[in-house]
């Protein structure tokens, strides 16, 4: 019972914790440069948005091909993993030091799971927005609210900077849900209408 309550707990607080550690890394780190560390802005804030507007450039189109500016480079990911990681990694090793090594594994076994399946997430979910395909994902109505969510993103680059679980946004105020003036917005299936 106390495995399947830390399990459980463990997943809970890092789904809610990685809502805000990607809301704090798009708005801080994707969006200006760090000191000298530019890396993510220039990738995300200078290219992807330069490409990637809330017209029709919001999809994937053939100049592109080869070259999409989408995903984060592969290496992102297991730095994402691992920094997501860290307290759940510092937890369970207390824990462990202190003889309960079944809740040492509980806590990192969820927490491993649920930073990689964010990760993954993250990055189909962020994907099929910019390169539509008529997927069964996409078809469906929680997968065209995020959709909706991350073009207005697009629109106003300080609002909407969750992709994949907008709780952060809605906690920390940058949570909207219409464009406040029109704009030529794409258009498709799983675009819904933003206007106001």
Not at 38 to 60: F, I, K, Q
Not at 62 to 91: C, F, Q
């Given at each position: 019972?106390?495995?399947?309550?830390?399990?459980?707990?463990?997943?809970?607080?890092?789904?809610?914790?990685?809502?805000?550690?990607?809301?704090?890394?798009?708005?801080?780190?994707?969006?200006?440069?760090?000191?000298?560390?530019?890396?993510?802005?220039?990738?995300?804030?200078?290219?992807?948005?330069?490409?990637?507007?809330?017209?029709?450039?919001?999809?994937?189109?053939?100049?592109?091909?080869?070259?999409?500016?989408?995903?984060?480079?592969?290496?992102?990911?297991?730095?994402?993993?691992?920094?997501?990681?860290?307290?759940?990694?510092?937890?369970?090793?207390?824990?462990?030091?202190?003889?309960?090594?079944?809740?040492?594994?509980?806590?990192?076994?969820?927490?491993?799971?649920?930073?990689?399946?964010?990760?993954?997430?993250?990055?189909?979910?962020?994907?099929?927005?910019?390169?539509?395909?008529?997927?069964?994902?996409?078809?469906?109505?929680?997968?065209q609210w995020l959709n909706a969510h991350h073009l207005l993103h697009h629109k106003d680059h300080s609002k909407n900077l969750n992709v994949l679980f907008p709780l952060a946004d809605w906690c920390l105020g940058?949570?909207?849900?219409?464009?406040?003036?029109?704009?030529?917005?794409?258009?498709?299936?799983?675009?819904?209408?933003?206007?106001?």
């Amino acid at each position: 019972m106390v495995i399947a309550l830390t399990t459980l707990s463990t997943i809970l607080v890092c789904v809610v914790m990685a809502s805000f550690l990607e809301w704090t890394l798009h708005k801080y780190v994707m969006h200006r440069p760090v000191g000298s560390f530019s890396y993510a802005y220039e990738a995300h804030a200078r290219v992807h948005h330069t490409r990637y507007r809330a017209d029709d450039s919001y999809h994937l189109h053939e100049r592109h091909a080869g070259d999409t500016k989408i995903t984060m480079a592969w290496w992102n990911g297991i730095v994402l993993i691992s920094g997501g990681m860290l307290p759940y990694l510092i937890t369970g090793t207390i824990f462990y030091q202190f003889g309960f090594l079944y809740i040492a594994i509980a806590i990192w076994g969820s927490s491993l799971m649920v930073c990689v399946a964010y990760y993954v997430g993250y990055e189909y979910t962020h994907w099929c927005m910019h390169n539509p395909q008529n997927r069964w994902v996409e078809r469906q109505r929680w997968y065209q609210w995020l959709n909706a969510h991350h073009l207005l993103h697009h629109k106003d680059h300080s609002k909407n900077l969750n992709v994949l679980f907008p709780l952060a946004d809605w906690c920390l105020g940058t949570l909207i849900t219409r464009a406040k003036y029109p704009f030529p917005q794409p258009r498709g299936p799983s675009v819904p209408d933003v206007q106001p």
